[in-house]
């Protein structure tokens, strides 16, 4: 195949090299298309189009393969803890064990917040929807205050999960260790969330870094992304959204047929994806996951019993088949959290934790780029063309 595509526009030649990457998927390189031609592409919601080159993560949405720095993501679920796999997405290779109890030691030695941030939660209003921190410390001091506690102070002893577990749930002067199974299922929850390549979010970061804007200012504005019910606050709407369900009766079908219909504004929530049109590998962990908290617990949700015939109805429903809607990864996140006894409201919450490893890992890719540039679509215009300014006595009401 030839590495460049030659083409003429308007009179105007455009030679365009083309791109190969690593796992064989081909792109046209249009950077210089608009100095050729005078012409930009078209692509709304960038859904044909490649914003950068990466290296972190890779996904195969037809064929439901995803991959951090090459490895599957099937894998480390089974095998890694969470921050092995951060180490893995912000450095780029595995750690060594030296290496490993470094990073973890880093990490254990800074989860103490300032004495001085107390005072901010006090002042913090109880109603205010901004539950989202950067830091588990921070996510569980937030929960504390919102249910009127006192805050817990982390612990260097526990391991990452089991710490934030013990921040959000420990009382004082009460003996509590976190449930193994819970300190599994949100290190698995964890890994499935650290990277998902160039999602909303993760764009976000790296187009607001793009000014060369910090870290933090970046990644607050990837929360920001996060938060909407589309992208990760998915997970908190599919719970309303099957407790909504079952107090109307646990009427599946009409539900489904509210889905199918354009005009209720209503979307099964929970299902389809982007970029996923078979399956979504993390769901197929999550749901096994799931599986295994509740039976352990010996729980019987009756909002997990009602996600599985939900599946199953949409499964094999002709309009969820034609357009590949599968359920994605938030369709049973939500319901290891409330097992886990994690509120609805911070189910965001606990997506930005999980994706912060990545978020950094593509911030840094980025500004280590020497290629990066600021981020400036440019659109097409559709509007009036020049028009004289008519005096407001001359105005027709319009
Ligand atoms: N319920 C009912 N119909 C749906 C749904 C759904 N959940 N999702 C897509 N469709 C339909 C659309 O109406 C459209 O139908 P049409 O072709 O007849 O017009 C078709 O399927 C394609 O949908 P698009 O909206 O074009 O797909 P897009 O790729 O833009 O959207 C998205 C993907 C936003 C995830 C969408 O499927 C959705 O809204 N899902 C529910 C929200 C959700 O679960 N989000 C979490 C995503 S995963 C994550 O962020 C971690």
């Not at 030679?15 to 031609?37: H, N």
């Not at 480390?76 to 893995?88: I, K, M, P, Q, T």
């Not at 030695?109 to 921190?133: C, N, S, V, W």
Request: negative net charge.
């Amino acid at each position: 195949m030839s590495n460049q595509l030659s083409f003429e526009i308007n009179g105007r030649k455009a030679d365009l090299p083309l791109y190969t990457g690593s796992e064989g998927e081909t792109a046209i390189d249009i950077s210089k298309l608009r100095s050729q031609t005078g012409t930009i592409t078209l692509d709304p919601g960038y859904v044909n189009t490649g914003a950068c080159t990466s290296g972190i993560t890779f996904l195969n949405g037809e064929e439901g393969i995803l991959r951090y720095r090459g490895y599957p993501i099937e894998q480390l679920a089974e095998n890694s803890s969470f921050l092995e796999v951060s180490y893995l997405l912000i450095h780029g290779e595995l750690p060594n064990a030296e290496q490993l109890e470094d990073f973890e030691g880093n990490i254990t030695r800074h989860t103490m917040l300032h004495e001085d941030l107390r005072h901010i939660y006090q002042a913090f209003p109880k109603g205010a929807h901004r539950l989202m921190g950067k830091m588990p410390t921070i996510a569980g001091w937030a929960f504390k205050k919102n249910i009127g506690q006192p805050f817990i102070y982390p612990d260097n002893n526990l391991s990452y999960c089991a710490n934030f577990l013990s921040m959000m749930f420990q009382v004082p002067a009460v003996d509590y260790e976190p449930a193994e199974e819970f300190v599994k299922a949100l290190n698995v929850l964890f890994i499935l969330h650290a990277d998902h390549e160039q999602n909303c979010s993760t764009s976000t970061v790296r187009l607001v870094g793009s000014s060369q804007a910090n870290l933090f200012a970046s990644i607050a504005s990837g929360i920001a992304a996060l938060w909407g019910p589309l992208h990760g606050g998915a997970n908190q709407a599919v719970l309303e959204m099957l407790m909504r369900i079952h107090n109307d009766g646990g009427n599946i079908d009409k539900y489904v047929d509210m889905a199918k219909d354009k005009d209720s504004g209503f979307r099964l929530m929970g299902f389809g994806h982007r970029v996923y049109k078979n399956f979504d590998p993390r769901a197929t962990i999550i749901k096994s996951a799931c599986d295994r908290v509740l039976n352990l617990l010996g729980v019987d949700d009756p909002l997990l019993d009602l996600a599985r015939r939900l599946e199953e109805v949409a499964l094999s429903d002709e309009y969820f088949v034609e357009r590949k809607l599968y359920p994605n990864v938030d369709f049973y996140s939500g319901i290891i959290y409330r097992a886990i006894g994690i509120p609805e409201n911070m189910f965001t919450v606990m997506f930005a934790l999980g994706r912060l490893p990545g978020w950094i890992a593509q911030w840094k890719e980025m500004h280590q780029d020497p290629k990066t540039k600021i981020a400036r679509p440019r659109q097409i215009y559709n509007g009036e063309t020049a028009r004289d300014y008519v005096p407001i006595e001359k105005r027709v009401a319009g």
